[in-house]
């Protein structure tokens, strides 16, 4: 079993930056791929960015948000940078194990509110 704790939301200006942290416990997911996404108030959720050995991001974060992973900490960040009132929501990070095609863990998400 897998467990994901986000930390590092919180209210910032627009223009501003947040880093959010996703620690894991369970499992060792240096091979997995770990991706954050989002959900705001009346909308789906949607991808962000994910990172296997490389990264990928959604066309509206890309050049803003950097995600990274620390194998040894099981730890994935998602740095978010020149902040939008767009990108206000419920951000949760996830796992796809290797061989799966699904994301099948998940974080309890954490707020992040950008003020205009």
């Known amino acids: 079993q897998v467990q994901l704790v986000e930390s590092g939301g919180g209210l910032v200006q627009a223009g501003g930056s947040l880093r959010l942290s996703c620690a894991s416990s369970?499992?060792?997911?240096?091979?997995?791929?770990m991706g954050w996404f989002r959900q705001a108030p009346g909308k789906e959720r949607e991808f962000v960015a994910a990172?296997?050995?490389?990264?990928s991001y959604a066309d509206s974060v890309g050049g803003r948000f950097a995600i990274s992973r620390d194998n040894a900490k099981n730890t994935v960040y998602l740095q978010m940078n020149s902040l939008k009132p767009e990108d206000t929501a419920v951000y949760y990070c996830?796992?796809?194990?290797?061989?799966?095609?699904?994301?099948?863990?998940w974080g309890q998400g954490t707020q992040v509110t950008v003020s205009s």
């Open positions: 996830a796992v796809r194990l290797v061989g799966s095609s699904k994301y099948a863990y």
């Open positions: 369970g499992r060792a997911l240096s091979r997995d791929a």
């Open positions: 990172i296997t050995s490389f990264p």
